[in-house]
């Protein structure tokens, strides 16, 4: 009975090996509507976004190899998707200016409350945790760039309407 079990597991785990989600990452429509050709992004600014964000929030991902593995791939291609919906630098000039304006203050306050970048992300990819003076900068970053917004446009242009 036990051998019944565990062949029909390992069936079912090799069918599942061939559904794999169809993965967003298109390279060349990511130039367009960048983030940096929206905002003054200095280079070390967007070296760290691209080392610590793009994975997850833009179409430049960078699938590791445990992605081909399934349910794992499904796991992170969703999560993948959850993060683009909420924020995709390769898609950012294609905001509303509220939206774009909401966004960079999202960004700080994900920084400021250590929930970005994702534990589960930083603990598999060490190299993407973010140290006190990244956090800093990319917090000064935004809040400078909001600032150039706001003297740029009309402040019923970014804010919600209440």
Known sequence: ????????????????????????NNDASAQASNINNFL???????????????????????????????????WLDHHVYEG???LNFDAFGGYSLRRQFH????VEEMIEEDEMPLSSYTLIHRGSKLSPE???QLITWS??????????YPADSLKAKK
């Open 134 to 136: 990244q956090k800093r």
């Open 40 to 74: 003054a992004v200095p280079a070390d600014i967007d070296q760290t976004l691209k080392t610590s964000c793009y994975d997850c929030h833009s179409n430049r991902t960078n699938y590791p190899w445990y992605s081909a593995v399934q349910p794992f791939g499904w």
């Open 1 to 24: 009975m036990m051998r019944k079990i565990l062949t029909a597991a390992l069936a079912l785990f090799v069918i599942i090996q061939f559904l794999r989600p169809a993965r967003d």
């Open 84 to 86: 683009k919906k909420e």
């Open 103 to 106: 966004k960079l203050e999202e």
């Open 143 to 152: 809040e400078k760039a909001r600032a150039e917004m706001s003297a740029k």
